[in-house]
């Protein structure tokens, strides 16, 4: 099972190990700034130009809930564990017939100009497609990187910090090469020789460090496969003992080329596999910590956990807390967690697929926002990524509606270039600064958020309306729609000297949604679809800035907002541009 902050940067020279020269690598910003920019805090920016006119303080008491933002506090960093992605299988890169691997890099460089994309995950590295493994007539192992170069040169340039998923099985080096999955054959198979497959693993960290640097390869993650319990053996053929035992050759082959690499896993399907009694939660860090390994000198080499979260809010926000509770439990209270696949419902091409609608954008700011405030709360960590599942239509795990613009996919863009709600949402949080602040919330059920400041001294806050959550995949139902609850905003400790522009962004069931354009057009296919068709999804994809001021002063702002259910509500307080 597995979708306007940031910009890239030109490539530069950069220097391998051992001073040889290695493929040039250019730098991505995934957001605005750390350290505040107001009156009060070091290094805090000179206003551009002067103050023309007064905040908004219309009175808020009478509305159904209330969001207070203190702009003044300090309440810790707040990185963008929501930079991460997945796109797929990695031979799409690769993919010429209608254009398919050109347009998905074209999805990723938008997705790291305006939605703060930092890393990536795929499946597919060691598929016969992309190469990398063969043997020779004498049964000898050859190695081929030229496919694979492509798309990691592409990663590399954009200043993409890939998480490796290292899998699948190549033909030549499986036990049972006749164990597939998808359409397009990824082998699940264990290997006929474990050490063979240590060898290839450090083959391609070698090769990497040789192209990019060591430098480089030291941002990557290296993850052991995907989802080896699910399924009754639909991703993993062998037991789990066995995938232990390839665990420990994987970090073997990556430390043995990259002593500083981070290994992990166990890559599990559902945050209930975590529980202490699964054989994936349990057993995996009880193997990790105490049992013996293949490498003596690597013993216990978890660099971070990684998971996956299929369940709705349940998995997606409870979950969390459910895994780093297990860490603490082996005194693994430093390492890392990363979710490197959720989203509303694992499963494909329903009629109205979560992902493609107001839904989806909801659920992705709830997850966040609720893990950012619970951690903030108990003075926890965070995780270091939570990749939605998936940055682009372009996916092929088998075949949906193939005729229709919304082919019942996770995506954030369609194959047509038409953004979905949940695009907008990413578009939002990429914004935020990376200092949090207070915020608070009182009212209505169902409505949540959080608040940043950035380097610049700009001030965000984001709110999500979500009723009646149901229980997602389970029964397909996920937030009830309902009607606008009014929200009173009030941002206060603002520098009275310093001009903001002020807007708003919503995006719900009309704003910012072309998938309820498509409805209501009738959701005709690609067949009958005319140019004012298309027009109009284009026309509606995006939400659009409602304005509230042009550089306004003050100490504290006010203002009334209407958020429908499901939706999700952006303001930004900018430093006003000359």
């Given at each position: 099972m597995t979708a306007a902050g940031g910009s890239s940067a030109g490539a530069a020279p950069h220097a391998g190990s051992g001073g040889t020269p290695a493929f040039g690598a250019g730098g991505v910003s995934g957001g605005t700034g750390g350290s505040a920019g107001i009156q009060g805090f070091a290094g805090a920016p000179q206003p551009m130009v002067s103050c023309m006119g007064s905040f908004d303080t219309a009175s808020v008491s009478g509305t159904q809930s209330s969001v207070s933002v203190d702009s003044s506090s300090n309440k810790g960093n707040l990185p963008h564990f929501w930079d991460t992605f997945g796109t797929g299988e990695m031979p799409l890169f690769l993919r010429t017939d209608r254009n398919w691997?050109?347009?998905?890099?074209?999805?990723?460089?938008?997705?790291?100009?305006?939605l703060g994309v930092k890393r990536l995950r795929q499946h597919g590295l060691f598929h016969d497609d992309i190469g990398i493994y063969h043997e020779d007539g004498s049964g000898n192992p050859t190695y081929d990187f030229s496919k694979s170069d492509e798309i990691f040169d592409?990663?590399?340039?954009?200043?993409?910090?890939?998480?490796?998923?290292?899998?699948?099985?190549?033909?030549?080096?499986?036990?049972?090469?006749?164990?597939?999955?998808?359409?397009?054959?990824?082998?699940?198979?264990?290997?006929?020789d474990y050490a063979r497959w240590q060898e290839l693993i450090t083959k391609f960290v070698q090769h990497s460090i040789e192209r990019y640097g060591q430098d480089v390869v030291n941002t990557w993650y290296f993850e052991v496969w995907n989802e080896p319990e699910c399924c009754m053996n639909k991703f993993w053929s062998g037991s789990i003992d066995d995938y232990f035992k390839l665990y420990d050759y994987t970090a073997?082959?990556?430390l043995a080329a990259l002593p500083s690499g981070r290994v992990g896993g166990p890559v599990s399907s559902q945050?209930?596999?975590?529980?202490?009694?699964?054989?994936?939660?349990?057993k995996f860090l009880q193997h990790v910590t105490t049992d013996n390994y293949v490498n003596p000198g690597h013993p216990g080499s978890l660099g971070f956990f990684a998971y996956h979260s299929w369940s709705f809010l349940d998995g997606s926000v409870n979950g969390y807390f459910q895994a780093r509770d297990l860490l603490d439990s082996f005194n693994l209270q430093d390492t890392n967690i990363a979710i490197t696949e959720y989203g509303p419902t694992w499963e494909f091409g329903l009629t109205d697929e979560p992902q493609e609608t107001e839904q989806g954008a909801t659920f992705a700011v709830q997850t966040y926002a609720d893990i950012v405030q619970r951690c903030t709360k108990d003075n926890r960590r965070l995780p270091i990524a939570y990749s939605w599942w998936v940055l682009s239509d372009i996916f092929d795990e088998s075949m949906y509606r193939e005729n229709d613009p919304f082919i019942g996919c996770m995506g954030l863009t369609s194959r047509e270039n038409i953004h979905k709600p949940v695009y907008n949402a990413y578009k939002f949080l990429a914004q935020l600064g990376t200092e949090q602040v207070a915020f608070n919330i009182s009212g209505a059920a169902g409505l949540g958020g959080m608040a940043a400041r950035s380097a610049d001294g700009g001030v965000q806050l984001i709110v999500y309306n979500?009723?009646?959550?149901?229980?997602?995949?389970?029964?397909?139902?996920?937030?009830?729609?309902?009607?606008?609850?009014s929200v009173g905003v009030t941002v206060s400790g603002l520098d009275p000297q310093f001009p903001f522009d002020v807007t708003a962004y919503h995006v719900d069931h009309t704003v910012g949604n072309a998938y309820t354009v498509w409805q209501n057009q009738g959701r005709p296919n690609m067949t009958t679809m005319m140019d004012a068709d298309w027009q109009g999804l284009r026309d509606a994809m995006d939400s659009p800035a409602?304005?509230?001021?042009?550089?306004?002063?003050?100490?504290?702002?006010?203002?009334?907002?209407?958020?429908?259910?499901?939706?999700?509500l952006f303001v930004k307080f900018a430093p006003a541009a000359p």
């Open positions: 691997g050109q347009t998905l890099k074209d999805h990723v460089t938008d997705g790291v100009q305006n592409f990663f590399v340039k954009l200043g993409i910090e890939p998480i490796v998923e290292l899998a699948p099985m190549p033909h030549d080096l499986a036990a049972d090469p006749s164990k597939t999955v998808f359409d397009w054959n990824m082998i699940v198979s264990v290997p006929k073997a082959g990556v945050p209930a596999e975590l529980t202490k009694n699964s054989m994936v939660g349990q979500g009723q009646n959550p149901g229980k997602g995949p389970s029964n397909e139902t996920y937030y009830q729609s309902a009607g606008a609850t409602e304005p509230l001021g042009r550089a306004l002063c003050g100490t504290t702002f006010t203002h009334s907002f209407q958020l429908t259910s499901p939706g999700v």
